[in-house]
């Protein structure tokens, strides 16, 4: 499993995208298939309701990243431009109808069965979908922020079982009676120093570290991008005197300063994460499994039950990368999508036709588009005399 982990994301940002949603998908029907089998009354038309919510909020999910990270190839098809105008507006109309023919099937005697299912649905598209969505676009802003916060849920996983099937003795929580706070603290050291290194090794990688910006490119391709965002560039940092003492008394080395890249001080952060909040989301799946008394949300994978129990710390730790990137180490640079889709939305088309002969004007006058202008303006000049007209 981790040999097809690791050439999946070697074959290229789309099968590493592919790879999501058929995990989502999977897991998706893994909640929806428990809440169909404890149901006391077969729920009309539950399947079919929550298969079309799920396809619903994909088509709404999907939509808007395409539209956020890739306007600059879709905003100029008059095919495409409707369906991006009005993308929101599309997205709504599909919900409501599936509320509306949820509603018209609500039946005597199972309003209590079908509201259920129906709270049920929306809980599993807010908790797995939703989620999910947020590790697709982590991977577009660069593969690190896939790959470092899902490596640091499985070194928890391992480290705080490790640590707990040897030292451990105290219980952590009721919830889950074989979790014990020395593997909990076990797996968060080790978590914090292998989030360390990891980040070390895979800055490196400029297919690690650079925006998607073309879909079918893989780990062989030339892949390179300026400028490139300075977290991953290292810089000295001054050490503590007290600490320079300490290492020059025990190494009898000189040291004042060591060269260390931003990312990976973001990286011990993400280990916090990794370590003390996203263990609670498979707390909150063993509390789900609890309450349809269950062992395993499925048997997908042998001898580990189903692909739930594999992810339920994964779509929480997904959801936080994507917030922390954002918040903290995003770069906002002005794009030529982001203009494109002003001019698009907010200029008339005349409007568009004079700030096209301005810029070839400018471009003209700095020598770039000597040869080849006055045909381009001729063109845009019978144009605009056609719009005007």
């Known amino acids: 499993m981790i040999g097809a982990f690791f050439t999946i994301l070697a074959s290229g940002y789309i099968w590493s995208i592919v790879m999501v949603m058929i995990i989502t998908l999977l897991v998706y029907r893994e909640v929806i298939q428990i809440a169909n089998i404890s149901a006391k009354t077969n729920v009309r038309w539950f399947k079919a309701l929550s298969w079309y919510f799920f396809i619903t909020t994909e088509y709404f999910l999907y939509g808007e990243s395409i539209i956020y990270y890739f306007k600059q190839f879709i905003m100029v098809d008059a095919l495409l431009l409707p369906l991006v105008t009005h993308h929101r507006f599309i997205s709504f109309m599909l919900y409501v109808l599936g509320f509306v023919f949820f509603v018209m099937n609500l039946k005597k005697g199972q309003y209590r069965s079908q509201m259920s299912q129906f709270g049920w649905t929306h809980m599993a598209i807010l908790l797995i979908v939703i989620q999910a969505h947020f590790i697709v676009n982590n991977i577009i802003e660069g593969l690190i922020w896939f790959v470092l ?170 959801l936080f990368s994507y917030m922390y990137y954002q918040s903290f180490i995003k770069m906002y640079n002005v794009s030529v999508g982001t203009i494109l889709a002003l001019i698009i939305n907010n200029l008339s088309m005349k409007e568009q036709f004079e700030l096209l002969e301005r810029l070839q004007t400018y471009l003209v006058n700095q020598d770039h588009l000597a040869d080849q202008i006055g045909g381009v303006i001729d063109k845009a000049q019978s144009l605009l005399s056609k719009t005007v007209g």
């Open 149 to 318: 916060p899902a490596a640091l849920v499985v070194c928890n996983d391992i480290f705080a079982y490790v640590c707990g099937f040897f030292w451990g003795k105290t219980r952590l929580i009721q919830l889950s009676p074989k979790k014990t706070v020395e593997g909990f603290v076990g797996g968060f050291v080790m978590t914090v120093i292998l989030g360390f290194l990891i980040a070390t090794l895979l800055m490196r990688f400029d297919y690690m570290t650079c925006p998607v910006t073309d879909l079918g490119a893989s780990a062989w391709s030339n892949i390179s991008c300026e400028p490139k965002n300075p977290v991953f560039t290292s810089a000295p940092k001054a050490i503590h005197p007290l600490l320079s003492n300490i290492i020059k008394l025990l190494l009898n080395k000189d040291i004042t300063e060591v060269w260390i890249a931003p990312v990976q001080l973001h990286a011990i952060v993400m280990a916090f994460f990794a370590s003390l909040i996203a263990p609670f989301g498979g707390f909150f799946a063993s509390a789900v499994k609890r309450a349809f008394k269950i062992k395993d949300f499925g048997h997908s994978i042998p001898g580990h039950g189903g692909l739930t129990d594999r992810m339920d710390c994964q779509f929480l730790m997904g």
